[in-house]
């Protein structure tokens, strides 16, 4: 499988604070996603990026935003954490097309606590 | 929109017994991806079974299968001979073929097994 880190593991950080989670992988894929999980929502995509600075919002992405300088990293920034972005925050990447297997690879997470 | 849902928050099954997670999809595509994802309390993600909607048979990966009805649009998980490993939080996952590989994911169903 294909290497992917996220860090932090875990944060707490306070209200109104920048926070920047990172997501690296060791192999060359083009697909990097940032879902976020909240108990009774699943996960939800929050950006994700088909290329280096080719990126676009999922479905919730206000107050977050995110770039890719690198193929093999890809930052998502809260630029002023909200309490409701208390989350566990899900980096994936994922073959591409000509690979039959789509099953995304996931990263550890990252607990995120705003106080 | 494509949307999925699935009914059943929390299940509890007998060690060695079957159960059935449940996953209903809405969508207007006719070449897409159907995903099994299990979380234990480690927050993995783990993949447990794909189906490709092109494919009339249904998937198996060892006491893991799918019972994949199209037309019902209904994509559920049946565990066979239930074991203490398969306590988790199981997500049904569905992606369009042709795009941007994104994943629609459901909220999710706490599956418990009893010893």
């Known amino acids: 499988d294909a290497g992917i880190t996220q860090s932090p593991r875990h944060k707490v950080t306070e209200t109104g604070t920048p926070v920047t989670l990172r997501c690296h992988q060791t192999?060359?894929?083009?697909?990097m996603y940032w879902y976020r999980q909240d108990p009774g929502h699943g996960l939800r995509l929050i950006h994700y990026?088909?290329?280096?600075?080719?990126?676009d919002k999922g479905e919730v992405s206000d107050g977050y935003s995110v770039s890719r300088s690198k193929t093999e990293d890809f930052l998502l920034t809260l630029e002023s954490a909200t309490s409701s972005q208390t989350s566990v925050y899900f980096c994936?990447?994922?073959?591409?097309?000509?690979?039959?297997?789509?099953?995304?690879?996931f990263g550890s997470g990252t607990r995120l606590t705003v106080v | 929109a494509q949307t999925v849902t699935q009914s059943q928050p929390e299940m509890s099954v007998q060690e060695a017994e079957t159960v059935t997670l449940s996953c209903t999809y809405d969508?207007?595509?006719?070449?897409?991806?159907l995903f099994w994802y299990k979380q234990p309390p480690s927050r993995q993600m783990i993949l447990v079974i794909r189906?490709?909607?092109?494919?009339?048979q249904n998937a198996t990966e060892n006491r893991f299968s799918v019972n994949f009805q199209k037309a019902a649009k209904s994509f559920s998980l049946k565990i066979s001979d239930s074991q203490l490993g398969d306590t988790a939080m199981y997500f049904c996952?569905?992606?369009?073929?042709?795009?941007?590989?994104?994943?629609?994911f459901g909220t999710g169903t706490r599956l418990k097994v009893l010893a």
């Open positions: 994936a990447i994922t073959r591409d097309r000509e690979v039959e297997d789509y099953g995304y690879t």
């Open positions: 189906q490709e909607a092109y494919k009339q």
């Open positions: 990026s088909y290329g280096v600075k080719d990126t």
């Open positions: 969508t207007s595509e006719n070449n897409y991806y």
């Open positions: 192999e060359n894929h083009r697909y």
């Open positions: 996952a569905f992606m369009k073929q042709a795009g941007t590989y994104k994943y629609i």
